[in-house]
């Protein structure tokens, strides 16, 4: 199984922190599984938000489920995450309190 992170990270001061906490929660309750961080992702210095979200995309293209952080409601990124996810038909988890 290959899951895909999903957070807030735009004027989130300490989003790799909170994604860092989030993805030891989540291989706790999914050992076996693959997870995509996008925390982690090094892009260009001059790229926008249409090209982080671009590259998100294919990483969803090739997860069975994503994983929605707490306050991705608010998170314009987010939300396109979680209704590509749901026209791709995946599980969609939710990881509440980090």
Do not use: T
């Not at 994604?19 to 030891?24: N, Q, S, V």
């Not at 929660?25 to 599984?33: C, G, H, S, V, Y």
């Not at 409601?73 to 509440?96: K, T």
Request: charged share 30%; glycine share 6%.
């Amino acid at each position: 199984m290959i899951i895909y992170m999903s957070g807030p990270i735009s004027n989130v001061v300490d989003y790799k922190e909170k994604f860092a906490r989030a993805e030891k929660k989540i291989r706790i309750l999914f050992p076996e599984a693959k997870i995509v961080n996008p925390a982690k992702l090094k892009m260009p210095e001059n790229s926008k938000h249409e090209d982080y979200m671009n590259v998100d995309f294919m990483f969803l293209d090739l997860a069975d489920a994503i994983c929605m952080l707490d306050g991705w409601e608010m998170s314009r990124g987010c939300n396109q995450e979680y209704g590509y996810a749901m026209a791709r038909d995946l599980l969609v988890l939710e990881l509440d309190g980090i």
